[in-house]
């Protein structure tokens, strides 16, 4: 084989790496993320959320939110498989969301990311449409896993209307809410005083002096303690 065939497939090789190694790359930009969040706040108004990343390996900001404009928002009932088409409107404080989103778009200097579907994984949709409630109070005591709770709701004809209730926090998913942050929390950070919102399946026999619920929310900062 001469120089002159040696050179010509030297190049040959160099263009086709080059050619693999830029499509590798433009798939890499391209690709789609997911990695789960916990809502802080819904802004119907400029289709936006508001959100705290749960999935610190990916090095997102600590709040960021969400562009919604042009984003799938589906619902997936567990239990039954059935799925709901969603919006904003159906978004709450501390719900847990599944994010898909290209990474490489996220905008540092606005905080923002444009999302491409959001799956909402809080299960608090029933086949009949049926949504959890939250309950809000203020911690009266303590106690290794219970707190006890005054609920503070207005209404007359609720059930929770002053009542002094415990709950067994033993199973619950604590999560603090604070401004536009969230984070996950325990038993232990918890005070008397603090306001708490409890995630009440309304579906269940409910005992508002005795409940077992899978979430409760902390209005306060207990980051410090």
Known sequence: MNFKKILILFIIIISNSLL???????????????????????????????????DKEINLNDSIYLDCSDTDLIYAEFATDNFKILTLKDFSIGDEILVYANLNDINKNTKSLKATEIQLMTQKFNSSNKKNMIVKGNIESVNENKISIKYTTEDETSIFFDVLGNVDCSDAY??????????????????????VGIDVDIDKNINPKDLVPNRIIVYNDVSDR
């Open 174 to 195: 604590i999560v603090c809410i604070n401004g536009e942050k969230s984070f996950d929390t325990d038993i232990s950070k918890l005070k008397i005083g603090d306001s």
């Open 20 to 54: 693999v190694l830029g499509c590798s790359n433009k798939s890499n930009n391209n690709s789609i993320s997911t990695f789960n969040s916990i809502v802080n706040k819904a802004d119907i108004k400029n289709n936006r959320l508001y959100v705290s990343p749960l």
